[in-house]
């Protein structure tokens, strides 16, 4: 009875406190597994996206870079992607570079003139993130397209400084392609080349078939019009000789050999052998040949009478057949002319296995079992 009484009152309140505080304290300990999960996973998914940004970075494209802002600030941007992120950090040097470029670049686009470069030196990280967003405004209306401007978050935190040096290296070419008075980076611009021909000019194409279709550029179109026949040989129509169209090409099965001797012309019959049907002799109608099973050789003497007459396998004469084989019974299909057969008497009696004879069995031994 004592065990099944319930807790009332104060110690039911402290009853369900306690269990409660147990509760609260399962829950808050899977909470942290679980950031704690979260936060690893994070680490985890950065250090592999760190090693594919390192697989892209130039070691060279870098020393082009620091050698360029050597050049015109007399500022070492350091070596490596992690000394180049924390000198870069802040944007200053990046504002410092545009300044020096709006100033020796007189036929600068127009679009520069709206954007002043004033940088702050504040270490507040929103600042130092003005600053960037300011070079990337500055650098799109020098000339650097919007997909080739790095993220903010590339340069401040780290995430793909490959970008951030394609990005200074872009603005070096827009540097050579306004002429800038000092020294610059990056490769060639692409100037447009734009070519406009003459009526006369393109005229002269018309009578030009493209390689596509079979041009007539070349010797074995010499001597080709359009629209005239195309001579597959050098010979022309007019020279064919009369003489060769009683010939049958080696293509089409020629009739310049033996096998087509006495052959007169297109149409006729064409004879598998040299011999004429009317030289055929009579006598071979009673003839089998070697491909339908001659009748010629031993395995068919005694044979007459022509088509349709039977055939024997054998050479024994069906008329000489002797009747006392008639009792006998062949080995193909088991034989009765041996010890095992002894005492059978014709078709249809019973063949013992051994040589006693069924009568001769003594009765006593129909109740014993063998071994």
């Known amino acids: 009875m004592a065990e099944r009484m319930k807790p009332m009152g104060m110690d039911r309140a402290l009853s369900s406190k306690d269990s409660g505080g147990a509760t609260s304290i399962t829950d808050s300990t899977a909470r942290l597994k679980h950031t704690s999960m979260q936060r ?3 680490r985890t998914g950065s250090l592999h996206q760190d090693k594919r940004m390192g697989a892209k970075y130039d070691p060279q494209a870098e020393a082009e870079v620091r050698h360029w ?10 070596e490596g992607s992690m000394t180049v992120e924390k000198n ?3 944007g200053i040097l990046l504002i410092k570079l545009l300044q020096k470029l709006y100033e020796g670049t007189p036929n600068k686009p127009a679009a520069c003139d709206k954007i002043k470069l004033k940088f702050n030196t504040s270490q507040a990280p929103f600042k130092q993130m003005e600053n960037i967003e300011l070079f990337l405004k500055g650098a799109n209306a020098y000339g650097v397209p919007d997909n080739s401007l790095f993220q903010t978050v590339d340069l401040y935190e780290g995430r793909n400084m490959a970008m951030v040096i394609a990005t200074i290296l872009q603005v070096g070419t827009e540097a050579q392609r306004y002429n800038f008075n000092g020294p610059t980076c990056g490769s060639k611009p692409v100037e447009k080349h734009q070519v406009e021909f003459s009526y006369e000019q393109l005229k002269q194409s018309h009578g ?11 010797a074995t179109q010499k001597g080709m019009r359009i629209g005239a026949v195309r001579h597959i040989a050098d010979i ?4 064919l000789s009369q003489d060769g169209q009683n010939h049958i090409g080696l293509q089409a099965g020629s009739n310049q050999f033996a096998s087509q001797k006495g052959m007169t012309g297109f149409g006729a019959v064409r004879h598998i052998s040299d011999i004429r049907a009317d030289q055929y002799d009579k006598e071979s109608n009673a003839h089998i040949s070697l491909q339908s099973g001659t009748n010629k050789f031993d395995s068919q003497k005694g044979m007459r009478g022509g088509f349709g007459a039977v055939r024997h396998i054998s050479d024994i004469r069906a008329d000489q057949y002797s009747d006392d084989s008639k009792s006998h019974i062949s080995l193909q299909s088991g ?8 005492g059978m008497t014709g078709f249809g009696a019973v063949r013992h296995i051994a040589d006693i004879r069924a009568d001769d069995l003594d009765r006593e031994a129909a109740a014993e079992v063998s071994l």
């Open 208 to 218: 030009v078939i493209g390689l596509q279709s079979g041009t007539n550029k070349f």
């Open 69 to 78: 802002f050597k050049q015109l600030l007399n500022e070492d941007i350091g």
């Open 88 to 90: 870069l950090k802040d």
């Open 236 to 239: 022309r129509a007019d020279d």
């Open 40 to 42: 690893t996973l994070s």
């Open 335 to 342: 034989t009765n002319q041996f010890a095992s057969q002894k």
